[in-house]
């Protein structure tokens, strides 16, 4: 029984060392990419329909309201594929596993700061406007250093 579990160690040790390594190196945090505000309004608007960003990068996005409605804003996927750092409110940061969507009664704005894992198409939206116009996608490519990486 011990040489059986000796040998299966062993063989996933040789797996996870042989494989790419698709690591970020340093400190993230200390050099983050900003993307454009969106900002929703009362035309029922976003301000940018499409982000392309790419994996293992670390990103700051500021969501701000102008109001005219309450907007509930939804990234499932996003949230599933991303490691979220934190949500920040009026300088009170939330940090947080998971995160649902984001609602806004009043006007306002959120910055949040993530890494996304995987490559992908994550849309966005304000649930019950999309039709309107309240939708747009995150098109996550995977990053120059990690496709390198993988050749």
Known sequence: MKRILWIVL????????????????????????DLDALVMDANLNFSVKEYKIETGKYYRWKIESKGGEEFQLFMPELFRNAWVNEIVINKIEIKTPY???LEFDEPGVVEMTFVP???GRYPYFVKGFENKGMQGVFVVNRSEEHTSELQ
């Open 10 to 33: 062993c063989a996933a040790a040789l797996v996870l060392s042989s494989g790419p390594k698709l690591n970020a190196a340093g400190n993230l945090a200390s050099r983050p990419t």
């Open 99 to 101: 995160v649902y969507s």
């Open 117 to 119: 894992l995987r490559p």
